[in-house]
Nanobody, 129 residues
Framework: QVHLVESGGGLVQAGGSLRLSCLVSGGGVRYYAMGWFRQAPGKEREFVVAINWGGGSTDYLNSVKGRFTISRDNAKNTVYLQMNSLKPEDTAVYYC??????????????????????WGQGTQVTVSS
């Protein structure tokens, strides 16, 4: 069974920064593409950013480009989301998600929730104005 555990959420003022982490453990697949999604109260879950196993391919939601950066340390089975210049509209529960990549060579990334197989429990990010 694959487990994803997010951490790093919290309360921050507008313009501040947070770094989210997602630790992946378990499962029989070595390689995973990863994504971050978020869900604000009363809204649907939306794609934020994704990265392939090799780290060379990424995709960002337009509204976070230039402010958020995804990275990964495969030796630590961890994916990071550095969030700078945070805005009140970034307030949401942030979820990481994993999609197995059987050979670890895929260069495509996925930006739809139903394309991911495993999900974390979420971490709250609140940005005050």
């Amino acid at each position: 069974q694959v487990h994803l555990v997010e951490s790093g959420g919290g309360l921050v003022q507008a313009g501040g920064s947070l770094r989210l982490s997602c630790l992946v453990s378990g499962g029989g697949v070595r390689y995973y593409a990863m994504g971050w999604f978020r869900q604000a109260p009363g809204k649907e879950r939306e794609f934020v950013v994704a990265i392939n196993w090799g780290g060379g391919s990424t995709d960002y939601l337009n509204s976070v480009k230039g402010r958020f950066t995804i990275s990964r340390d495969n030796a630590k089975n961890t994916v990071y989301l550095q969030m700078n210049s945070l805005k009140p509209e970034d307030t949401a529960v942030y979820y990481c998600a994993a999609r197995p990549d059987m050979r670890g060579t895929a260069v495509v990334v996925w930006n739809k929730a139903d394309e991911y197989n495993y999900w974390g429990q979420g971490t709250q990010v609140t940005v005050s104005s």
